[in-house]
């Protein structure tokens, strides 16, 4: 992502899609990949596994709702937890302190150069530069220029301009050479795409399968002073036929509404702002995140989701136009003004930043997406918001801007209702109760009517500091030292690298559990606790900094195991409502240990901000340092990741302490040899070594020298040497080895896990080398605690990582010199070159950015499972591949132009680079058991896949006994009938057509065709037949002989020819009659087609109604020997009765929370206390209702 200028700070507060049903199940758990298949349960979405063990973090959720239920729509809507750690500068969103309301879904926008939809945006005060957005190539204008063209000859496509900092295609109209990019997720679907040279779109979905965007509605902002109305719409279809729609209006978009620092001032009258550049307030809002707002059924129906409007309704009395087109419209509209209403729709974010020893108080509004209701059908979700009761800002930093200091909304209630003749029936209820602590808010309970109540508890440590604190480590997380005076690091760049641990932003210590959740009761009175640990590495991703080349992040393993910022999950402890205790712990290091001691972190830190960079022979003065940081940070969206992680169950823990230990070393004079050696390891502790030493003897002599010599044993480097003179003094010691000893301590800081050699030796005149002393005295750092572990039986997780999938594989694949320049411009103006070559090339090295991989890493690679003796009893190994041999073939082409600082240009580097657009799939899954009698059992499961559909073509199945299974599955896409043409024209893909199985000479195929016709389907596309074949022989399963509007069976003619009708209600959302031995066309002689379609589309079906069709049991004339089920239901809750076909009926009582209470019959059907027959009853002892 380009960075304009440092003043935009981009604010984002995206839904995160992904769901998870079970609630007392909470772990982090590693989710083992799945192959994309036609089997729905095991399809994963590749984007879920990184979030939890992989990182460190608790994978909890909260259904909020449990009753909105629809057979053509999976709509869950949830509570998610982030336990990544504490951050000042953020703020809570609308559920409280790191929770986050997970429903819906979200394209969020990564702009690179300007954004796509901006025709004609200013660049420079001069008016010289007016630039045309990337999506002006999909709305008819053409280019000749292409991906491969671009890359392998970038002169003849592009011009580069000094003024917008960012390359331009030639022969155009000054239109960008580079699209945004744009990443999706919702429901089960993640993936990204872009715009083509071509103007055609480019797409990726990671949980397989195609899927089609449609930006027709995607529209060109004409000028920065249009009253743009926001109606862009981006359409995704996805290969089931789902449309889904984001956008549509400014209420289901995200933006950064106004940006600014404690420098710019408000003034009244309207007058402008100073200090801020007055194109940058009158330019359009950049749409960061486009909000899902309707999906549309391949049968018609529709799910809309309504988002608070007052943003796109109310109108500037000055400008007549709505106030958020422009920043500057924004202060003018509510400078003065609180409106509740509006403030709900905006989330302020306040912080720090500094360049220097200068510190800047900096300002983000972001306009949200805050949902009202869910609509389908007769269904309607309301959420209901308040203005959010408190407020962590520091005010004085507003000045004038009074609207901006009480914004943010909380969500209070969300409600289930059933639309019956314009009533509304409230069905399933939750309410959301908030508690302050310190200076932020938190969640402290949910209130569902049907399952109960959850309660949190948190720890209040940091809570009370200030947004604008200073004490944060280098990846945002709060520190706790109180000590930091500046949030810039000066990098020393004659060394190859430093250490992150050392000066301000290092990470804290003991600050893990600071504002996390440490507590959940749960209805059942059941709870748990967890409790967290700081993270720790053993690698980092470093660059070199003093290299006369361009050089690679490396991933290395320099100082042993080191602290890192955030937390991660070290145990949770969980007690049923009965006080049984289990606990779950979990160890982050490379492979099983009985005592922590041996203890190796897996962890790998992915980035580490570099905050200088130096400067020489320029006109003016240029900041040389940033808060920031100018290196570009890596696509991995977390700090840190595992390679390995081990869980244990209910984990034995004896805690053990090894003191610190003294060695002495010396040289009498009565040694023959003058020379003395101690080897040291310091094991797996970094070492601070307290030596003194001294020399002495009464023929020693004025020239006589002891030396003290530390060196890497392995390498020989030497790491310090000390040395004692006769009468000379050097090195700050006080004492005199002619006449006595040192007087002072001498500290040293060593690397843990090596191996040093300590030397000393005692030379002077040779007549006088007899009697010469010396010796030395080190306290080392031998001692430490840890804990010897009895595991009850326990699991090992291991990632995909850097170390096995690299961002950079060739150079010449992500930079060209051809592109740079090392002029430095300060607002458009010459300001010098950057000469030194080893600067040079250090600029280029922080700013280049690398191929991206990061969705290889986090797969698991292998699980092992441990019995409570430590034997390996179960082994899953997984192989990954991308589905082109030949990963980089499938790409385009976009160009990274960095910008560094406000105004400021630091030479001209556009970097060609690759957008990667291939499918990365599971090849194969080995399964071994080790069994104490049995041996080894054994199955190796490999697919192949569809290059077309993305879809598996082969599974190939091979156990220990040397049998195997082929499973071959064929799709539309694979089939040359119209009907499957249509099908795939349509986007519908993932339907099995063929599913054959073969075991040596027997082979059984299942083949489902489909149909799509006027009277049988209404024009859908729907299942046609179900065949069978066993080898030679083949039999007709099932017909599908006719379908309602809404894609329900109505009949269906099984293998033994007899037909069955199905009569449907309640919005046909549920089968009122299932009818056997008889006909649609009887029922329709019988019943008359406007009774059925009227029972169908009710919301809830007369009595008179449900009487006729019930009457058709006793219709022997016209429907002879027919067999008749009937029920009845309450909408979203059950059903209510059911008759089988001898007319015995059975009934469903539910309590007031809609849970069954009752199943019973009447004894002959006679309705009466006295023959009523219980069958079964339900007791829910929740404690905590």
Known sequence: MKKYIVLKILFLLTLLIHGQNEIENINISSIAPQFISPQVADIIRYDNTPVSLNSGRLDLQIPILNKFIDKDFSFPISLSYNSSGFKPSEPEGNVGLHWSLIMGGTIYREVRGIPDDYDGTVFDRAQYLKVRGFLRLANGYTTNTTSQSLFENPANNINHNYWANFPLLKDTDNIEASSDIYRFSFGNHSGKFIIDFDGSIKSIAYSGGKVKIDISSYFLVENVQSDYNGKSEIRITTDDGYVYCFGGSYSATEYAAFTWDERLTFPSGGTNPSNQNINDLQRHNTISAFYLYKIIAPNGRILRINYKNLVDTTISPDSKRTYHVTPWDLYNFSSQNDNEELQMCYLLRQSKYGYGNSLFETMALNKIALVESVELDDKIVRFFHSHKKNTIYERNSFKDFVFGRKTGAQLDSVCLYLKDNNKLIKIESTNLDYVQIGRRQFLEQIRNSINGKYNFSYNPQGTYVSPLAIDYDHWGYWSGSGTNSSLVINTIFDQELYDFQQGNRRPGTNVESAALLNKITFPTGGYKQFIYEQHECQYALELDLFTQTVSIPTMRSRFGTRKVGGSRIKQIISYDNLGLKQTQDYIYTISPLKDSGTYISSGELMYVPLYTFPFDDIKKPLFGSSSYGFNERPYDTDHIRYKSVLEYNNLKRTHHVVHDETVYKGISPSDDIRKATLNVNTKNVPQTWIINGFGKGQYYGQNGTASIKISEANTNKLIQAYYFYGSTYNNGYTGDPLFGTTTQDRRLNLNANTDYRIEIECYGPADMQSGAYASINITYKTGYEYDTIEPDQYKQTIFTSYGNILETSNPDDYNNDKLYSSDIMINGEWVGKIKDPIIDNLYKSITKKAQDRSRERGMIKEERYYSKDEKLVKNIVYEYRPLDNNIFSNYNVYINTPSSFANTKLGYYSQLNKEYFYQF?????????????????????????????????????????????????????????????????????????????????????????????????????????????????????????????????????????????????????????????????????????????????????????????????????????????????????????????????????????????????????IVSTANKQTIQKYDYHYQNQ
């Open 921 to 1165: 799939y599971l090849t194969s899954q080995k399964t071994k058991e080790y069994r104490q009698n049995s041996g080894i059992l054994e199955i190796n499961e490999s697919y192949n896949y569809d290059t077309d559909g993305y879809y598996v073509k082969k599974k190939t199945i091979v156990n220990s006994n040397g049998t195997t299974i082929n499973v071959d599955y064929s799709y539309p896409s694979n089939k040359s009938d119209i009907i499957y043409k249509e099908m795939v024209k349509a986007n519908i893909l993932a339907p099995v057509i063929e599913k054959t199985i073969t075991t040596g000479n027997s082979m059984q195929q299942i083949i489902t065709d489909y149909q799509k016709d006027p009277i049988k389907t209404k024009n859908l596309f729907l299942p046609k037949s179900v065949t069978t074949k066993i080898n030679t022989d083949s039999r007709v399963d099932l017909v599908y002989d006719l379908f309602n509007s809404k894609g329900n069976i109505q009949q269906i003619t099984g293998l033994d020819g007899i037909s069955v009708v199905y009569l449907w209600s309640y919005n046909c959302q549920y089968p009122i009659a299932e009818i056997k031995n008889v006909t649609y066309t009887q029922i329709v002689a019988v019943l008359g087609q406007t009774l059925i379609d009227r029972v169908a589309s009710a919301s809830i079906p007369s009595d008179a109604d449900l009487l006729a069709i019930n009457a058709l049991r006793n219709n022997t004339s016209a429907l002879k020997d027919i067999q008749i089920t009937t029920y009845t239901y309450k909408p979203l809750v059950g059903m209510l009765t059911s008759t089988d076909p001898s007319g015995i009926t059975a009934y469903y009582d539910y309590d007031s929370f809609g849970r069954l209470k009752e199943t019973y019959i009447y004894k002959d059907n």
